[in-house]
């Protein structure tokens, strides 16, 4: 059997913990039915007390062991997410069991924003990790010992495995099994579970946009406020700097000093997005929804849009049009 300890806490997401069981259990059932070799999962709820734990959702799970009983060597350690995160991080109890077992664990992981119980922990030094794409620039400024990445739906590196927000941990699941008793096992439980194997694309094709703070300097304000009025016409840095009256290096500088990035880079992020809310809300081609974006041709839309959200336009159309 391999042991899999799932932590739980006031204030965790129920699907980050139920998702990953259900996985492991679904597993076990796929593999008495076909009477196949490998090891199956044995999978413990484990918390400070035996009382029942609510979730952020006034959801509560009773859990089957507490932390001094559930230690040794643990095949999987898992921690969930949830709005709780930010004060389980205080909790000595948690971060004790974290650091006493993750060491002999085969594999830790974390659930979504179960990443900063994980990193608090000391555990993810000098690891590429992810997480909710609405928290990877926070836990990125908390803890600058480790690599944010805010696209993948999962990453896995050198035994420490990290996902996105809430249904990712089934993902992430699924990924631990494919690793465990390969492809053809964990594409069954997929299919049970009505869910891709391998999700096609990152978690940015989900996300909101995440604007940067509002810069602090006039022609950076008014040089945005023009590209959000109009984002279509010809925002050259050239052009952009002359209404400002800046050379186009001095507005250069002063965009990657406010918002870190290039002219350039900018009037391309608020581009995609604009084609992002045309593609959800509009029936037109892909031609039209280039040229009102400022694109030009639907060949630079679909390069671009294929760079900033990882999925061409036509998939994420599919994916997110309320008119599909």
Not at 282 to 287: A, I, P, Q, R, Y
Request: aromatic share 6%; charged share 20%.
């Amino acid at each position: 059997m391999r042991s899999i300890a799932i932590a739980l806490f006031d204030g965790y997401q129920p699907l980050d913990v139920t998702g990953p069981h259900e996985v492991f259990a679904g597993v076990n059932q796929v593999l008495d039915a076909t009477g196949a070799d490998g090891p199956r999962y044995a999978v413990t709820l484990v918390a400070e007390t035996l009382e029942p734990v609510r979730s952020e959702s006034a959801m509560a799970i009773v859990p089957q062991a507490v932390f001094a009983d559930v230690g040794g060597r643990l095949d999987t350690l898992l921690v969930p997410g949830g709005e709780g995160t930010r004060s389980a991080i205080d909790k000595t109890a948690l971060l004790d069991w974290v650091r006493a077992n993750a060491p002999s664990a085969r594999r830790v992981a974390s659930v979504c924003t179960g990443t900063y119980v994980l990193a608090a922990a000391g555990l993810c030094d000098g690891h590429r990790v992810t997480t909710h794409w609405a928290q990877a620039d926070d836990l990125a400024r908390k803890y600058p010992a480790l690599t944010v990445d805010p696209d993948p739906i999962f990453i896995e590196d050198r035994g420490l495995w990290t996902s996105a927000g809430v249904t990712a941990g089934i993902d992430l699941a699924l990924a631990m099994v494919a690793a465990d008793h390969g492809d053809a096992v964990a594409q069954v439980a997929a299919r049970h579970l009505v869910m891709f194997l391998r999700r096609p694309g990152g978690q940015t094709q989900f996300a909101a946009p995440v604007w940067a703070e509002a810069p602090e300097r006039p022609p950076v304000q008014i040089a945005c406020d023009l590209i959000h009025a109009d984002p279509s016409a010809s925002h050259t840095v050239t052009n952009l700097a002359a209404q400002v009256g800046l050379s186009p290096r001095h507005l250069t500088r002063l965009f990657r000093d406010d918002l870190g990035e290039t002219p350039a880079r900018y009037v391309e992020r608020v581009r995609v997005d604009a084609a992002r809310h045309v593609l959800e809300t509009e029936v037109c081609g892909l031609s039209q929804v280039a040229r009102r974006c400022g694109f030009g041709s639907a060949e630079t839309l679909r390069r671009s849009f294929h760079r900033r959200v990882g999925v061409s336009p036509d998939d994420y159309r599919r994916r997110f049009a309320a008119t599909a």
